[in-house]
């Protein structure tokens, strides 16, 4: 489809790149495991202080 033309050369790029985005956070939070913990424990302590 002709008339779709423009609206691929705008939509193309935005998916390449969100998709080169999530990868590349996807590998950070793969090199750093110790992150999710400190959030996990966070939340933990948040729970422990509102069961008291």
Not at 17 to 33: K, N
């Amino acid at each position: 489809m002709p008339h779709l033309s423009p609206l691929n050369w705008i939509i193309t790029p935005i998916t390449f790149w969100v998709l080169i985005m999530s990868f590349s956070s996807l590998m950070w939070w793969m090199q750093t495991p110790f992150i999710p913990n400190m959030f996990k424990d966070n939340t933990n302590m948040k729970h422990n202080q509102w069961k008291w």
